[in-house]
C-alpha cells in the first residue's frame, strides 16, 4: 500500500480506486511485482520517446534486409 502513497494526479485517483474496491490483501495492493504489472497495463509506458531514441541508437542491421531494417528504424523514428 506504501508505494501508492507516492502516486500523483492520475496516478493517486487509480489508486485510490483500487483501494476502494479491492481487499487490503488484494495481489495488487501486498505485491510490488504485481502492482507494478497492473500500474504498466494501465498506465503504459511513460517513456516511449526515450525508449524509441535509446533502441535506435544501439540498433544494428545484423541479417535483416535493408527494408526490414528500414522499416524497423522508421516505427521507432516515428515515436521520437
Avoid at 26 to 33: F, S
Avoid at 34 to 60: C, H, L, P, S, Y
Wanted: charge should be positive; hydrophobic fraction near 45%; include cysteine.
Amino acid at each position: 500500500i506504501f508505494i501508492g502513497t507516492l502516486c500523483a494526479g492520475t496516478a493517486s485517483k487509480w489508486f485510490m480506486n483500487i483501494l476502494e474496491r479491492e481487499d487490503r490483501n488484494a495481489p495488487v495492493l501486498v505485491n510490488y511485482p504485481v502492482f507494478v504489472e497492473v500500474f504498466k497495463q494501465t498506465f503504459g509506458n511513460v517513456d516511449n520517446r526515450g525508449e524509441a531514441i535509446r533502441t535506435i541508437t544501439k540498433m544494428k542491421q545484423e541479417k535483416r534486409s535493408v527494408l526490414d531494417f528500414a522499416t524497423l528504424f522508421t516505427d521507432y523514428a516515428l515515436a521520437t
